[in-house]
């Protein structure tokens, strides 16, 4: 089984940038997929970008596309999600997610981290 822990966050001004960290540790597989969530408070979760832990092909949401790249370190089993250009909007907690399938919505997704909150002022 699979456990995630996020890490990285934090408060950012608008237009700033960071990066999050998502450490995996336990059976992974090669065709695992990597996903992050993030939810503000009084909403519901939404998916921001996905991965496989092989190959290429990526899925973003339309509200990051262009701003926040997601990649991976497989040797030290670690998904990171590149924040650039950040907005108050994007203030939320954020979760790492694995799935047997690459998908977009939260129900397929079946192991979570603990979330790390990310702050954007203007």
């Known amino acids: 089984q699979v456990q995630l822990v996020e890490s990285g966050g934090g408060l950012v001004q608008a237009g700033g940038s960071l990066r999050l960290s998502c450490a995996a540790s336990?059976?992974?597989?090669?065709?695992?997929?990597m996903g992050w969530f993030r939810q503000a408070p009084g909403k519901e979760r939404e998916f921001v970008a996905a991965?496989?832990?092989?190959?290429?092909?990526?899925y973003y949401a339309d509200s990051v596309k262009g701003r926040f790249t997601i990649s991976r370190d497989n040797a030290k089993n670690t998904v990171y999600l590149q924040m650039n250009s950040l907005k108050p909007e994007d203030t939320a907690v954020y979760y790492c997610?694995?799935?047997?399938?690459?998908?977009?919505?939260?129900?397929?997704?079946?192991?979570w981290g603990q979330g790390t909150q990310v702050t954007v002022s203007s």
């Open positions: 997610a694995a799935s047997y399938l690459l998908a977009t919505t939260p129900g397929e997704y079946d192991v």
């Open positions: 336990g059976r992974t597989f090669s065709n695992y997929a």
């Open positions: 991965r496989r832990w092989s190959g290429s092909r990526t």
